[in-house]
């Protein structure tokens, strides 16, 4: 990847991080599995199934570095689930409708299709060695995939010996320019449409974790002038 590149990934200014405050291996797992439920929670119940131990998930949130509410009911509520309620909600909502999906699930099409989005994700992929299985291939701004990108990131902090910085930096970069730039305005329009829904309830509670994990991450790294 080119020096430009790279700072289109990395962003321009040099940045570090205080290990003492970022706790990494404890707060890396933790987080990175938070990722992962929250990447389940969003999928297409089309596609993938509910994994049978998702149910094991439920604490995850007990190592987080700040407090967050909710999502061991949302797991449990999920686990014991209707699958054809779920699809039925999730079709409804994210994936059918004359003019497009009422609440797209997908980065670009939310977001307008603005230009250069789906490219700036494929290049954190990329750059990070992150496969999409095949099935996928086509939506690399799917929620759940971007979530899922986020748990990658988070893992390989936590199983590093040594410099973890450019997983640590990704993490920041990635959360801030592809989740907290247009997840709670999903999860708004969810509400908008179905205030009581399954979804709408998962959505605002990831907006919180996004929120407050950028918080906490942004207290880790101190930029260099």
Known sequence: MSLQAQRGVAGERARSVTASRRGAERSAAARSQCYAAFSELTASPHEVDAPPGIGDRIGVAAGLPFPIAGIDELLREFAAADAARLKSEYSELFEVGSQGPPAPIREDLHTGQK??????????????????????????????????????????????????????????????????????????????????????????????????DLEWQASTIVEER
């Open 115 to 212: 230009a250069g989005t789906r490219e700036d994700i494929v290049r954190f992929y990329d750059y990070f060695g992150y496969r999409l299985d095949d099935r996928f291939a086509w939506a690399p701004d799917h929620l759940s995939v971007e979530l899922e990108f986020m748990h990658f990131l988070c893992f390989h902090e936590a199983e590093q010996s040594g410099d973890r910085l450019s997983w640590q930096r990704a993490q920041a970069d990635f959360a801030h320019r592809h989740l907290a730039s247009w997840v709670p305005q999903l999860a708004r329009a969810v509400s908008e449409l179905t205030a009581d829904s399954f979804y709408c309830r998962v959505l605002f509670a990831l907006s919180d974790f996004i929120a407050r």
